[in-house]
């Protein structure tokens, strides 16, 4: 039999295994219009009484008396997003160029896996960690009357340790998969081991280091147990680290949690503010999807 038609002969199980793929990539796409429909339609309600002037533009959030301001809730959310970053950016990309860059099979074989341990950590313990450990910790050392016990300081501060395993794994995988003969012929014209590290190495995987970012900002963002447990339970507009404010995602947790009427205002708003966070997680991810294209070096 000639390879012409044995490469055009199918096997009995690819047309099985085609087929459960296109069904895993169709569930997905479902399940991505369906979140988008349910949180439109229980949204519209919403936004038909609120207008997104009054929504974006002013800065009170509380439903009980119609005040509906996201602002509150929208500073406090980026606040500990940021706090976060700042964790987690510096730490996750020095972790990820020793381990691609510096250290050896052996000690990479044990650090890896053992860092991407933190992600495994269920984030309400992470919660419970800021409340007990980290803000006792923020008040020993900045005073308690400077530090509330819900803070978006220790919160931040937590969750930055959460994705930290994230942003550290997709910048190591990243920079791995630059090509070796860029670092030798740097090599070989006299570079130093940082200067082939951040000169060549970080420059060519630049795609693949912004998308780890963007992906980290996201998981912030929609954090929900940390925030819930350590930030506070009350909106408040203020961008003080050391004092309590509600974020979107802790804001939804703690009204769910209680005695709703279906189709009320209260009701309405949690899918307003969950449409929010949708669209900024999109957005963040287009961005990401943008740059990795736009930058994305071919060899």
Aim: with cysteine.
């Amino acid at each position: 039999m000639t390879g012409e038609s044995l490469a055009g002969r199918k096997r009995p199980g690819e047309s099985i295994i085609r087929g459960f793929l296109i069904f895993a990539a169709g569930v997905s796409v479902l399940t991505t219009i369906g979140i988008v429909i349910t949180l439109g339609k229980e949204s519209f309600p919403f936004f038909r009484v609120v207008s997104l002037l009054e929504f974006f533009g002013t800065i009170r959030w509380q439903p009980q008396v119609g005040a509906f301001g996201i602002l509150p809730l929208f500073t406090a959310t980026l606040l500990t997003s940021l706090v976060a970053m700042l964790i987690a950016l510096p730490a996750g990309l020095a972790s990820a160029i020793y381990l691609s860059e510096y250290a050896p099979e052996r000690v990479r074989s044990i650090l890896k896996p053992a860092l991407e341990i933190l992600a495994g950590i269920p984030s309400v313990v992470y919660g419970f960690f800021a409340l007990q450990t980290v803000t006792p910790a923020l008040r020993g050392i900045f005073g308690v009357e400077q530090v509330d016990v819900y803070n978006t300081l220790s919160a931040g501060l937590v969750m930055g340790v959460l994705i930290l395993p994230l942003i550290s794994s997709m910048c190591e995988d990243a920079l791995s998969s630059v090509p070796s003969s860029l670092r030798e012929g740097a090599y070989a014209l006299g570079a130093t081991k940082i200067e082939v590290s951040l000169k060549i190495v970080m420059p060519a995987a630049f795609s693949g280091l912004a998308a780890a970012c963007i992906v980290g900002l996201s998981r912030a963002v929609g954090e929900t147990m940390i925030v819930a447990l350590a930030a506070g339970s009350g909106p408040a507009l203020t961008l003080n680290p050391f004092k309590a404010a509600e974020t979107m995602t802790g804001h939804i947790v703690r009204i769910s949690g209680g005695d709703l009427s279906y189709d009320s205002m209260d009701y309405n708003s949690l899918f307003a503010i969950g449409l929010l966070l949708f669209v900024i997680t999109l957005t963040l991810n287009l961005v990401s999807s943008t740059l990795v294209r736009k930058y994305r070096e071919e060899y």
